[in-house]
C-alpha cells in the first residue's frame, strides 16, 4: 500500500490533510464556510462517508449527494438544481467529486479489506464490474429500471476500451477515464444551468478517492480545483 500509492497517485494526500486544504481553500478564496452548502459526486459505497468533519465547518447538514454508483452525477440538472437552491442566501456551494480506488494493504489495486470481513472486496465495485463487462463484450441494456445506473457506468468506459484494456494497470485506466467523464458531465450540467444562476459561487474540487483497509486512513488525489461565481 504505502508504495502503491506513491506510484500510481503520486500527489495524493491523506484525507485529514485535503480536509484541511479544503478549509485553507476557503479562508484564501475569502468565503465563509459558513455560508457555504457542501454536495459531493462519489460513488454511494459506504467507505466513501468522508471529510464528515467538513460538517461543523460548512452550512449543514452536508453533503447532498449528487453521485450514484462510480460517482457520476445521476441526480442530473434536477438534482443539481436543487442542491444550489440549498445555499445561503448571497452564499457559496462546494462539490467534492471524482471515483474512487481501493489499494489494500498489500498493495492490490481495486481492493480493500472492510471491517469484520477477512478477505478483499472489489473497490470501486462499479468500475471493476464495468471493466469485466467491457472484457466480455456484455454492455446491458439502458431500459432495465433496476440496473440503469450501471449501464451508464459501462457506456461511459466503453468509449474508451481500447486504452483501458491495453493498459498495464485496466482499473487505474478506468479510474482516469471515470474521473473525466464525472468532470464533463459535471461542466456539462453547470452550462445547462447557467443562464439561471446569479448571485452564487461554486467551488469545485475533484480528483480520485483512494480507499484502503478500514483501519488505515483514505487518501485524495486532487486533479482539479475552480471557483465560478454566477
Ligand atoms: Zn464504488
Redesign the pocket.
Known amino acids: 500500500m504505502y508504495t502503491t500509492i506513491p506510484k500510481h497517485f503520486p500527489n495524493a494526500i491523506l484525507m485529514s490533510e485535503f480536509q484541511d486544504r479544503i478549509i485553507a481553500d476557503f479562508k484564501n478564496m475569502n468565503i465563509d464556510p459558513n455560508d457555504t452548502v457542501w454536495a459531493t459526486s462519489?460513488?454511494?459505497?459506504e467507505?466513501?462517508n468522508l471529510l464528515q468533519g467538513l460538517n461543523s465547518v460548512f452550512a449543514g447538514p452536508g453533503p447532498f449527494r449528487l453521485g450514484g454508483?462510480?460517482?457520476l452525477p445521476f441526480v442530473g440538472i434536477t438534482g443539481f438544481n436543487a442542491f444550489l437552491s440549498h445555499a445561503p442566501a448571497h452564499g457559496c456551494a462546494m462539490i467534492i467529486y471524482g471515483?474512487?480506488i481501493g489499494v489494500s494493504g498489500n498493495g492490490i489495486l481495486g481492493e480493500v479489506n472492510r471491517q469484520n470481513q477477512f478477505g478483499l472486496t472489489?473497490?470501486?465495485?462499479?468500475?471493476v464490474g464495468a471493466l469485466n463487462s467491457i472484457k466480455a463484450d456484455q454492455i446491458l441494456p439502458f431500459d432495465n429500471p433496476l440496473d440503469y445506473q450501471q449501464a451508464r457506468v459501462i457506456k461511459h468506459l466503453d468509449q474508451y476500451r481500447n486504452e483501458i484494456l491495453e493498459d498495464e494497470f485496466p482499473l487505474k485506466k478506468a479510474t482516469d477515464f471515470a474521473y473525466i467523464d464525472i468532470h464533463i458531465k459535471l461542466n456539462r450540467i453547470i452550462d445547462a444551468l447557467k443562464p439561471t444562476l446569479n448571485d452564487i459561487k461554486l467551488y469545485m474540487i475533484g480528483g480520485i478517492v483512494i480507499n484502503t483497509d478500514w483501519d488505515k486512513e483514505d487518501w485524495f488525489e486532487v486533479r482539479d480545483s475552480e471557483l465560478i461565481t454566477f
Do not use: Q
Open positions: 462519489i460513488c454511494s459505497d467507505l466513501n454508483i462510480s460517482g471515483p474512487h472489489t473497490c470501486c465495485g462499479s468500475l
